[in-house]
């Protein structure tokens, strides 16, 4: 495929205190907008963790407050004198805010398969709600990671024939799509000092954080990964799994 079909994203996810969310919100907004007119910027989306959900955030390790999407037209783009500007200014002005700011992500993702893609990402009216899965995967069992969530989970699709994870996933109701990403292979990435170094990433979109609570769905859950192959988790570390709702 031509290298202009994928999309790619900057990710940072970042934690601060329930006392200071409310007001991290806007200044990060405010972050974020000064990127509107950076070369090679698409769009940004800026969102809050959903405190609400316990189905969301069971089994990630780590759950950040803010994730903030950026759209970028090539994984070389935040490697621009602009973009190096753009964060120097966002450390400072973490810096200068009084509290701590964790950074749990600070990764460029470039999607897997255009050619599957259902439907503009990440397009549906505001406010937008994510789902978002960040993985480590260990290099040894990656084929079979990869075969699990794009091929054959383990369990059975509709006349019993074998489904991916990714697919049966979003056969519940409120999901609009599921789309894949990995860690984008650029060598030049300078290296970043994160609390986690997830090389997969996952995001449904929903149409409301509430299609996580429903009984289809939840029962899923409750048996994921246990099909004729056996638990998946020992494929990947889960380092977050929560809903994230638009700022």
Known sequence: MNPTDFKHFAVKAFGVDERHASSFTPWLKGQA?????????VRVLVTEADGSLAAGRALGEFTPSHL???EIESPKVNLTKAWAAWEAALAQGMAALGHEVKTYVDHTF???????????????PSPRTAFVILQEVKPEVEAEYNHWF???DGSAGPGGAPISHLAERVSYPGFLRGTRFKVAANHD???????INPNYLTVYELTHADALQSEAYTAAMKNAG??????????????VRHAFLEA
């Open 68 to 70: 903030v999407f950026i």
């Open 226 to 239: 246990m099909g004729a192959k056996g638990s998946a988790g020992r494929l990947f570390r889960l380092v």
């Open 189 to 195: 990435q300078p290296a970043k000092d994160t609390l």
């Open 33 to 41: 907008q000064q990127l509107d007119n950076t070369p090679g910027v």
């Open 150 to 152: 794009d091929v054959d």
């Open 110 to 124: 470039t999607e897997l398969y255009p050619q599957n893609r259902q439907g503009k990402l990440l397009s549906e």
